[in-house]
């Protein structure tokens, strides 16, 4: 047998290991969802309408899941930046940096943190430890009580390094927006006008 064409062979999956995950992956995001405290959330959107601008700073898939929250933002009218892109300007007082890192350790995010906290800027995190150093610098903390991303053996999830955490992530971002928007006079039509349209 050719090694070689042993080795790209595509492992296919049957209909009922896709039934499986899909129950595993929306069953756990249910179960952790549940388990977010709303008011938690609620101060997160209190320090947003407080801000003169919003930052966003993220490590890896949680970074996207923060680039994803800060277009719905931008959708709102709001002033908001990523941290890192070139146009980004310094963070000062009286603004919102968005942090989230499941360990609430990584070096980049934690960075950001104690930067913008210097610049006298607020910061809201979202982490699986709010006893780590990113829940300790921050102004508002949303604790997800997902497994993080080096907990292999954990019995939070099934799922591979870190995924609940980003999935649930995503959806408290949302359920922010959605709540942001709930309280705002705008239609979505006058949201999709801020929309981009150089794609």
Request: charged share 15%; hydrophobic share 45%; no cysteine.
């Amino acid at each position: 047998m050719n090694p070689t064409a042993t080795a790209t062979t595509a492992v296919s999956s049957t209909t009922k290991d896709i039934e499986r995950n899909l129950s595993l992956v929306r069953d756990e995001i249910e179960a952790t969802t549940a388990k977010i405290d709303e008011q938690q959330i609620a101060a997160v959107t209190g320090q947003i309408n407080a801000a003169g601008r919003i930052f966003v700073a993220g490590a890896g898939r949680s970074g996207l899941v923060l680039r994803m929250a800060a277009m719905r933002l931008m959708h709102l009218g709001l002033n908001v930046h990523v941290a890192g892109d070139t146009t980004t300007p310094a963070i000062s007082s009286g603004d919102l940096l968005l942090v989230a890192s499941g360990s609430g350790t990584t070096s980049g995010v934690v960075k950001s943190a104690e930067t913008a906290a210097k610049a006298g800027a607020r910061i809201a995190a979202f982490t699986t430890n709010p006893e780590s150093p990113l829940a300790g610098l921050a102004d508002a903390v949303v604790v997800i009580p997902a497994a993080q991303k080096t907990d292999h053996g954990s019995s939070v999830s099934r799922q591979y390094a870190g995924s609940l955490f980003e999935q649930v992530l995503f959806v408290a971002t949302e359920a922010l927006f959605q709540s942001l928007w709930d309280n705002d006079a705008q239609p979505a039509e006058q949201l999709w006008l801020r929309h981009a349209n150089l794609e």
